[in-house]
């Protein structure tokens, strides 16, 4: 049975950081990419950051690029979310998602889901 389970939301002021972190149980990260996804209050799940397991290889949405870090420990089969230089519009819950090897940006292509965590920005 594959799992997952967030961890490190909290509330932070602007400008400060936090490191989410995605524990994978029953899946090897090496045959796996990780999304990490939000929820803002009020508005639709959209995608932030993936990686591909076997390479490292990863992507961003434009809004948080340059911002936050996604990486991935394979020892530990667990995927970090390095935030920075937080912004209120950052507030969201943050889900971890996995799916076999390929990354992909679409919510609908992911099987397994974290329950999330709670990140809150304040001005």
């Known amino acids: 049975q594959v799992q997952l389970v967030e961890s490190g939301g909290g509330l932070v002021q602007a400008g400060g950081s936090l490191t989410l972190s995605c524990a994978v149980s029953?899946?090897?990260?090496?045959?796996?990419?990780v999304g990490w996804f939000r929820r803002p209050p009020g508005k639709e799940r959209e995608f932030v950051a993936g990686?591909?397991?076997?390479?490292?290889?990863?992507n961003y949405v434009d809004s948080v690029s340059g911002r936050f870090t996604i990486s991935r420990d394979l020892h530990k089969n667990t995927v970090l979310l390095q935030m920075n230089s937080l912004k209120p519009e950052d507030t969201a819950v943050y889900y971890c998602a996995a799916r076999p090897f390929i990354a992909s940006m679409s919510e609908g292509d992911y099987d397994y889901w974290g329950q999330g965590t709670q990140v809150t920005v304040s001005s």
């Open positions: 990686i591909v397991g076997s390479t490292g290889h990863t």
């Open positions: 029953g899946r090897t990260l090496w045959s796996s990419a």
